[in-house]
């Protein structure tokens, strides 16, 4: 081998050098930038999921009303394939629940915890919601004799609280849960994670309770619409 050829080999492997070094300070270079952008996508992707589980969690609260009131205030659903079976329209049934809102896109196994009539459980947020209105508690929807029997044990509990900033940390994390055949009056997440967004003031999923009570329109200066309101991550 020459002289000339053995300085071209060398040459040669002094420029694939240097290349794969440029290649690698790209790639660190990039690395760094999605480490940099990960957070934010992580929020984005996670208030996303969030704002579907609200969408969702409202659907079925709005499947139950109509079930409450098909059955004048007597009978409860005791499973969401309760509310997705629909209701009786002569020969036929009418759907008042899509099946993708029977799946929370908050849980691992994505089912609803179902919440019974419990005066703590439901009466603490009552609570949060009262206090997110500024003291006021909206009325329980049309027609009101169907379910203030449900909700006069709320208020019971409410007037009996004497905390009068419920928090987040109040919940007991160790709660029941109960995906089926049980009377249940809402539904919430099985997920105990805290959220980006906040949901009445409220910032943990498995606290964020969907029911038709306490969502009338009765007072013009509550909201027609839960407020959700993005959380100031640190």
Do not use: C
């Not at 205030?73 to 499973?79: I, M, W």
């Amino acid at each position: 081998m020459t002289m000339a050829a053995v300085g071209s080999l060398t040459s040669s492997r002094g420029e694939r050098g240097m290349t794969l070094l440029v290649v690698m300070g790209m790639m660190a270079v990039f690395a760094v930038m999605l480490l940099a952008v990960a957070p934010s996508v992580y929020q984005d992707v996670q208030r996303e999921k969030e704002l579907e589980a609200i969408r969702r969690g409202e659907e079925i609260a709005e499947a139950i009303r109509q079930y409450i009131v098909y059955y004048r205030g007597q009978r409860l659903p005791q499973s969401i394939d309760d509310l997705l079976e629909g209701l009786p329209q002569g020969t036929k049934k009418r759907q008042i629940l899509r099946a993708s809102a029977a799946i929370d896109p908050l849980s691992a196994d994505g089912k609803w915890r179902l919440i019974k009539v419990d005066p703590q459980v439901l009466g603490k947020f009552a609570r949060r919601v009262q206090t997110f209105n500024n003291g006021l508690l909206p009325s329980n929807p049309q027609p009101r004799q169907f379910f203030d029997r449900y909700g006069v044990v709320i208020i019971n509990a409410i007037n009996t609280d004497t905390d009068d900033n419920p928090s987040d940390n109040d919940d007991d994390e160790d709660f029941e849960v109960t995906t089926d055949n049980t009377p249940f009056i809402g539904v919430a997440s099985q997920d105990k994670g805290k959220s980006v967004i906040a949901y009445y003031g409220i910032e943990r999923h498995s606290s964020w309770i969907f029911t038709p009570l306490f969502r009338g329109s009765g007072l013009s200066s509550i909201p027609q619409r839960p407020q959700v309101f993005t959380v100031n991550q640190q």
